[in-house]
């Protein structure tokens, strides 16, 4: 049984940092790939940024680029998300999931994820 546990969340002003954790259990999971995905009130799910298992590539989205990073720790089966310079636009319920070995769009596409976390909430206020 896999689980994917999400922490982190919380509010914080515009220009603040937080950094989300997402533990892992029940498979392995060096060479999984991990994603994060948000989800804002009246929209739809969207991708946020991914990390490949063997090799640790990571991607993310156009809109955070330069401001979150995606990182893993396979000692402690955990991979972060650190989210500075956070913006209002980024409120939104931020999920963790769990994929196989994926490549290309397939990183990016919801339905390539295996597992998913309960979600933890995420609010910028201006």
């Known amino acids: 049984q896999v689980q994917l546990v999400e922490s982190g969340g919380g509010s914080v002003q515009a220009g603040g940092s937080l950094r989300l954790s997402c533990a892992a259990s029940?498979?392995?999971?060096?060479?999984?790939?991990m994603g994060w995905f948000r989800q804002a009130p009246g929209k739809d799910r969207e991708f946020v940024g991914a990390?490949?298992?063997?090799?640790?590539?990571?991607y993310h989205a156009d809109s955070v680029k330069g401001r979150f990073t995606i990182s893993r720790d396979y000692a402690k089966n955990t991979v972060y998300l650190q989210m500075n310079s956070l913006k209002p636009e980024d409120t939104a319920v931020y999920y963790c999931?769990?994929?196989?070995?994926?490549?290309?769009?397939?990183?990016?596409?919801?339905?390539?994820?295996?597992?998913w976390g309960q979600g933890t909430q995420v609010t910028v206020s201006s």
């Open positions: 029940g498979r392995t999971f060096s060479s999984s790939t």
């Open positions: 999931a769990l994929g196989g070995i994926l490549y290309g769009d397939y990183l990016s596409t919801e339905g390539s994820y295996d597992y």
């Open positions: 990390i490949r298992g063997r090799g640790g590539s990571t």
